[in-house]
């Protein structure tokens, strides 16, 4: 009866750390939740199909909570993709196009106006569409980031060539040949269409970066693989961290208490359908874990089921549903560690970037991550991360048991992580990198 009271009492405390994040529905499905909670909160579904709600106001409706409760945001922010479009009378130095959305848009693309612009560089993010390619036409350096070919973008090319201009293709994954697609795992029961509908954009990448001058990899390897499949001139531009994170990042550092040793939240954090087999890699080392250390819960957000683990450990794992990147930081804060497993033997992980140990580490949480270059390059083993051989679960878990029984080591790499990601992982870390690859770009090819 002592052992159950206090097993209650730890699982509360990690409910009450998870607060308003906490996915109360984890075996629900996407849109039985999105039912649920709009039945429940008829407010919500008119703020939902209004333009002007905020985060905040959605976080207090959605939590029954004060809208600035944990300093989760800075300002009111709409949750809407915001694309900032250059004056037509001042067409920016660098236009950016992106073909896609969410993170890869973000960091490839609207970040990289924050670096570009503490470069002393004008820059703007534009839309695939006849206003913003028209308006592009004037600019010195145009970007395209995941842009399929289309007559549109020929034109475009032609017109920045014809005036001294140069054009680059920006790739964050391993996605510019239809071969390479068999490496991705869709999850889900729409995967095989997932998989053409991925050949045939992949394809249409390949078509634009083979116009192109140059391009921009997040990873070496990446990097390596595109300059010798195509002999193009490849930079490696690594993924960085908004100017807009770092000031949220900081207030939360400011703003929310230290975890205690009470209860142990590791976390899981999916931005894409696409990481089963990822996760599959962790789950033993997980399982030996959580069987051996009542202290420890699971938190998986984004899209995961909880199915893949024992029914008697279930009730240690929670779901949060996938965050708006703006409060994101927030719930990272509230964990005491990240894990970042990828699938071995797969080429597309071996190019993934290092994006989960950079949002985690500047909030102050240390990150275990499978020992991939790009993980390798921001990690070093026992200094401000632990580092997992790709093909050893035992690995795992020695790692994980290691940082869930040393609460001061673990404390002291998440603080060297967060100093790290403020020296190398900043849009000012990246202005000088960034000005100094166009400056070889531009100067080096005829």
């Known amino acids: 009866m002592t052992e159950f009271f206090a097993n209650w009492k730890l699982k509360r405390t990690a409910k009450r750390r998870l607060g308003a994040y906490l996915d109360l529905t984890p075996r629900l499905s996407l849109k039985e939740k999105i039912r649920l909670q709009l039945w429940q909160n008829p407010r919500l579904y008119r703020l939902l199909r209004s333009s002007v709600v905020t985060l905040q106001k959605l976080l207090q409706l959605t939590a029954g909570r004060p809208a600035n409760q944990d300093l989760l945001l800075v300002e009111h922010t709409p949750p809407a993709v915001i694309v900032e479009r250059a004056p037509e009378c001042e067409p920016p130095a660098v236009a950016i196009f992106s073909g896609t959305v969410g993170a890869a848009r973000r960091y490839r693309c609207e970040n990289r106006v924050d670096e570009l612009r503490l470069a002393g560089i004008t820059a703007s993010v534009f839309e695939c569409d006849t206003e913003g390619f028209t308006q592009a036409r004037q600019s010195e350096v145009v970007v395209f980031h995941r842009v399929p070919w289309s007559q549109d973008v020929a034109q475009l090319i032609s017109a920045i060539h014809q005036r001294g201009g140069k054009c680059l293709f920006d790739l964050d994954d391993l996605l510019f040949k239809p071969e390479h697609i068999r490496w991705l795992r869709f999850s889900g029961k729409h995967n095989r269409a997932l998989e053409d509908e991925h050949r045939?954009?992949?394809?249409?990448?390949?078509?634009?970066?083979?116009?192109?001058?140059?391009?921009?990899?997040?990873?070496?390897?990446?990097?390596?693989?595109?300059?010798?499949?195509?002999?193009?001139?490849?930079?490696?531009?690594?993924?960085?961290?908004?100017?807009?994170?770092?000031?949220?990042?900081?207030?939360?550092?400011?703003?929310?208490?230290?975890?205690?040793?009470?209860?142990?939240l590791i976390g899981y954090l999916s931005g894409t359908p696409t990481h089963d087999y990822d996760l599959q890699a962790a789950i033993p080392g997980l399982v030996q874990l959580l069987k051996e250390n009542a202290q420890t819960f699971l938190v998986l957000g984004g899209f995961f089921d909880i199915r893949v683990f024992p029914t008697e450990l279930r009730k240690?794992?929670?779901?949060?549903?996938?965050?708006?990147?703006?409060?994101?930081?927030?719930?990272?804060?509230?964990?005491?560690?990240?894990?970042?497993?990828?699938?071995?033997?797969?080429?597309?992980?071996?190019?993934?970037?290092?994006?989960?140990?950079?949002?985690?580490?500047?909030?102050?949480?240390?990150?275990?991550?499978?020992?991939?270059?790009?993980?390798?390059?921001?990690?070093?083993?026992?200094?401000?991360g632990w580092l997992v051989h790709p093909t050893s679960s035992q690995d795992w878990y020695g790692k994980l048991a290691l940082a869930c029984t040393d609460h001061g080591q673990r404390l002291a790499l998440g603080r060297a992580a967060r100093q790290d990601c403020l020296t190398r992982y900043t849009a000012e870390a990246r202005a000088t990198q960034i000005k100094q690859i166009l400056e070889h770009i531009m100067g080096n090819i005829a």
Not at 215 to 234: E, M, R, Y
Not at 244 to 255: H, K, R, Y
């Open 200 to 264: 045939q954009l992949t394809a249409r990448y390949f078509a634009t970066l083979e116009q192109c001058d140059a391009v921009l990899a997040s990873t070496q390897p990446l990097a390596n693989l595109i300059a010798s499949d195509t002999g193009k001139l490849t930079h490696v531009l690594r993924n960085a961290l908004s100017v807009t994170t770092v000031n949220v990042s900081n207030e939360l550092m400011n703003g929310l208490p230290v975890p205690t040793e009470q209860a142990i």
């Open 316 to 384: 240690r794992i929670f779901g949060a549903p996938f965050q708006d990147w703006r409060l994101l930081p927030g719930l990272i804060k509230r964990l005491d560690l990240i894990i970042a497993p990828l699938e071995s033997a797969n080429i597309f992980t071996a190019c993934k970037s290092e994006v989960k140990y950079i949002e985690a580490g500047i909030v102050g949480v240390p990150t275990i991550a499978t020992a991939t270059e790009a993980f390798q390059t921001a990690i070093v083993d026992g200094q401000n």
